[in-house]
């Protein structure tokens, strides 16, 4: 059960922030409890749907996005997060199983994704502290300025989430995945 009451429905929610999850809805066709949870802050809820919505009209494929958003859930041990990228990788991005598993260990069984997820799960482990080796392999890879900036955005966006859950405990409304164990 989380820390902190999660608005059971939209119209639970503080006044200022249904608008926020009625586009969460429309686009999702849902509301998942991190959301209305969020919502008990509708400035925070505004940050993060700003940020992420940004972050969506990037460089960056939405398959990638949701690889990074693994491994880093898997890095941070957020099983709330690994829960739903899980699935949106599945059913949204048609990640297969072993592709997921990858992500799961900083890894991508697509050469080009893999370089940007192994960038991310560094990244996220070392807390920013990477070598210019690691900034060289990504942009090796194919990757932009732009695109590593977006990357580590990424990073910071997901460890974010990734804490929220695990401060609150927010419930988890996905199909269940649990980390291996936090870095």
Known sequence: MSRIPTP???????????PLLN???????????MFRLIATSPQALEG??????????????AATRERIALAVAEVNGCNYCLSAHA???????KLDDAEIAANRTGASNDPKADAAVRFAAKVARQRGKIGESDLAAVKLAGYADAQVIEIVQHVALNTWTNYFN??????????????????
């Not at 993060?48 to 494929?61: F, I, N, Q, R, V």
């Not at 699935?87 to 991005?93: H, Q």
Request: cysteine-free.
């Open 8 to 18: 059971a429905s939209v119209a639970d929610a503080p006044e200022k922030a249904r």
């Open 23 to 33: 586009a969460v809805n429309a686009q999702l066709g849902l509301v998942p409890n």
């Open 48 to 61: 993060y749907l700003a940020m992420s919505g940004a972050l969506g009209k990037g460089a960056l494929p």
């Open 87 to 93: 699935y949106l990788a599945k059913n949204l991005s």
């Open 166 to 183: 695990e401060v609150f405990k927010t419930d988890i409304d996905f199909p269940v995945v649990e980390a291996r164990k936090a870095a």
